[in-house]
Nanobody
Framework: QVQLVGSGGGLVQAGGSLRLSCAAP????????MGWYRQPPGKQRELVAQ???????NYADSVKGRFTISRDNAENTVYLQMNSLKPEDTAVYYC?????????WGQGTQVTVSS
């Protein structure tokens, strides 16, 4: 079973910053787009940001200009830098590896933004 190991969540005040990290096996990381999804309480999981193996990025409108996704191909790790956090960013954040045939998920990390 593929393991994506996410970390970096926590409790932060509105306006603060957090950085999420997700490590993946090299065989998965190099061949997949990597991304972050989130699931707010009582809501469906939604895409936050995604980065292809070539470095192209895609963001949800709600996080554009505040969040930055990046990948370190040497470390097989994807990052999500989250700045200017808002209470509505509160959610469980999931790391994802995606290709045309499969999706792999991390265990989820809680991000809580207090007002």
């Amino acid at each position: 079973q593929v393991q994506l190991v996410g970390s970096g969540g926590g409790l932060v005040q509105a306006g603060g910053s957090l950085r999420l990290s997700c490590a993946a096996p090299g065989s998965i990381f190099s061949k997949n787009s990597m991304g972050w999804y989130r699931q707010p309480p009582g809501k469906q999981r939604e895409l936050v940001a995604q980065i292809t193996s070539g470095g192209s990025t895609n963001y949800a409108d709600s996080v554009k200009g505040r969040f930055t996704i990046s990948r370190d191909n040497a470390e097989n790790t994807v990052y999500l830098q989250m700045n200017s956090l808002k209470p509505e960013d509160t959610a469980v954040y999931y790391c994802n590896a995606h290709n045309s045939f499969s999706d792999y998920w991390g265990q989820g990390t809680q991000v809580t933004v207090s007002s």
